[in-house]
Structures are given as C-alpha cells and as structure tokens.
C-alpha cells in the first residue's frame, strides 16, 4: 500500500507485549501536518487523550504520532501522565522535532505502569519506511487481523488509513486507534470542522460489547505535499476509508464469527437514523440470536424501540438478509431458508421507518462464547 507523499512509518519490538511481538509504532511526517482529533468521551481518559487534548486546543501542526501497545498507561496516577510525556520526549529528540508536534498513544491493559524507559531505548533504533504493514501490526493488541484502507483522488492525492480494535468497542469511540493521513493539502480548520461527522457516521457507528474505552482516538492528518485538492472529491474519498476501517474492526469483534450490518432508511433526522441503526447492532440479544442463526426480528424492534427514535410500529418494515419479516405485522416466512441464510460471513438488517427521509448505517459483530473466554482471561 502506497503512503501519501511525505509519509513515512515503523515499528519495532520494545518488550512491552508478552508475547514479544511488535509493539512500538510511529507515523513520521516529513513537513508539518494539519491535524483533525476525535477522541474517547470516558472521564476515566487516560494521559495520552488527555495531552492530546491539549496538544489540539494549542492548534500547533503535527509532525509524528508514536504508539504503544500492550500497556494502556491509563490509571497509573500522576507517574502516568509523566510517562506518556517522555514517550513523546523521546520521539522528538530523535528527529528533532518540537515536544508538541508529537502526539502520543497507549492501548493494552489499564492500571499498569508503562515500562518508559524500554520506549526510551527502542526510539532511537526505529528505522521509519514506507511499508505500513509493521505499524498496523505493532497497534493491534486482542485483534486477529491488521486493518488498512486506501482511497485515490482524481487529482492523485491519496488517504490512507490503519486501525486497530476488536474488544471493549462501542459508540463515542471505543477500544479503537484509528489513523489517516493524507498528502491533500487543505486548511485545518476544515479539517476540524468535518472530521468529527465523519467519524459519526463511521467510527461511532460500529459496536461489539458495549464497552467505551479509556484510550481511543481517530485522527487525520493532512501534510499538503500533494497540493490543494476539490474538498468535494476530498471528503467523500476520507468517509469510504474511515467506513472500510469501522467495518474491519466490527468484523474482526473479539470471538466474532459474523459482522452485522444494520441499514436504517425512513428516520425523522440524521441523528435518529444513527441511534435506530447503533442500537440494533449494540444489542446483545440480537447479537447472539445472529450467533445462532435465529431469525428473531422481535430482537431488532425491541432495540429500535429504545433507541430514541420517531416510529410507529404499525408502519415499520424489517427484512433480514433480503427476506421481508414484518411490515407492521408478522409477515410469513420460510424460517429454515432464512436461518440458513444467516450463516454468511454477514448479516444484513434492513429497517424502514417510515417517518422522514434521514439515513444511516452501523455495524457490530455476533456474540459468541469466545468473547466471554478472550475477556475472562485477559489479565491471567
């Protein structure tokens, strides 16, 4: 996968997973870069959010994001938040860059010390390139699969993303770091502007346990070396990697056997479609009625009746995998032919409201007994 022009990444093994593999990434542009940053709601916000916060009211450019993996350093009281300081000390002296434009990220288990000083000696043995299979390999910590996704602008600019997470995953982020860079030169004001509807439509759109984490952030970053682009061509081009990399994550759900895609047409506004859609894939009965093959549409319209949205359950319409299930009424339907459509690698809901012309789509993975297992034994 091609990067952007002026990027450049790596990786290393820094001895933070015990599993010794790779656990140390950084994104290293060659010019200051104009950045977006959507980040965790939790207050329980671990030292890399939080300075990320600040580095963003400041509305300095970027220059390099370096992430660990393995440790979230996220609850490890003020040690924590000096820890995550030096992680970025160390980048920037390295490369020679300002502390500010490095912006840090931790990801793993919450209330351990971070082992700095092992960051502190794998930086300066990082040697960053071109391929970004290493980075998006040393990010992942419960995932079975890396995540990346590209788009190319008629101009020849290109977006290019990578993403890890597969657990403690649900709307207002979740278990999740995501990151795009762009070599598209566009203000950053724009960028801040645009960025968080994006990540609405596409990162807080995907569920896997209802669990929002302490540590995710989706970030853009736009280093300008391709010049000005259309912003129409532009936009467009960031939500279909942004929405490629939500799916990989719903899919790749810790024990997951099926993503699931809840398609909502009919809403009253944007943000109800949204709620309608996210609350169907965050359920956990349908969930696990999708794990077992169950066609069990009640599932889907008890969580459509608590999502917020406008409705009349007289006027509703659910089809499941292509087979029409209600239409204000239970609609007869071949319940084996259906079942067995369900064991396709994805389960699509349909649900027409019938109350407005608003739209919107989120995705979500089904239940299984592996993810009880890979969470009962996470920190043993």
């Given amino acids: 996968m091609r990067l952007p022009i002026g990027f450049r990444v790596g990786a290393i093994k820094a001895g933070i997973k015990p599993s010794g593999r790779l656990d140390l990434g950084l994104i290293l542009s060659g010019r200051p870069a104009a950045w977006a940053f959507v980040a965790t709601t939790s207050r329980a916000a671990a030292p890399s959010v939080r300075r990320g916060r600040e580095l963003y009211a400041a509305e300095t450019p970027l220059q390099a994001v370096v992430v660990n993996a ?112 762009t070599d598209a030169e566009l203000p950053q004001e724009e960028l801040r502007q645009t960025w968080p509807s994006v990540v609405d439509r596409t990162f807080n759109q995907i569920s896997v346990d209802g669990d929002t984490s302490t540590n995710d952030m989706a970030v853009l970053l736009a280093n300008g070396g391709a010049g000005p682009v259309d912003p129409e061509e532009f936009w467009p081009a960031v939500e279909r990697v942004a929405r490629d990399l939500a799916r990989q994550i719903a899919r790749d759900g810790e024990g997951a056997t099926r993503l699931i895609t809840v398609r909502v047409q009919g809403a009253a506004t944007p943000q109800e479609a949204r709620n309608a859609a996210r609350a169907v894939a965050s359920s956990a009965l349908w969930k696990a009625a999708v794990y077992g093959n169950d066609p069990n549409w009640g599932r889907v319209l008890g969580a459509l009746g608590y999502s917020g949205a ?7 319409r659910i089809t499941l995998q292509g087979v029409p299930l209600y239409d204000g009424e239970p609609l007869p339907f071949d319940s084996r032919m259906t079942s067995q459509a369900m064991r396709r690698e994805e389960v699509v809901v349909e649900v027409d409201l019938r109350e407005g012309p608003a739209e919107a789509e989120a995705w979500g993975c089904d239940l299984t007994e592996g993810y009880v297992r890979i969470n009962a034994e996470y920190t043993t």
């Fill in 310 to 316: 406008t409705f009349d359950p007289l006027r509703v």
């Fill in 70 to 181: 393995g440790n979230a350093n996220c609850a490890t009281g003020p040690r924590g938040q000096e820890d995550d300081r030096r992680m970025a000390r160390a980048v920037a002296a390295r490369y020679g860059l300002p502390e500010h434009a490095v912006l840090t990220a931790s990801t793993g288990v919450i209330g351990v010390r971070l082992p700095v000083e092992r960051i502190e000696q794998a930086v300066p043995t990082l040697q960053p390139g071109f391929d970004l299979l290493p980075f998006a390999e040393a990010i992942l910590t419960t995932d079975t699969r890396t995540k990346t996704a590209e788009a190319t602008l008629p101009g020849g600019a290109r977006v290019v993303g990578v993403a890890k997470g597969s657990g403690m995953i649900h709307p207002n982020m979740a278990t999740m770091l995501a990151y795009l860079l």
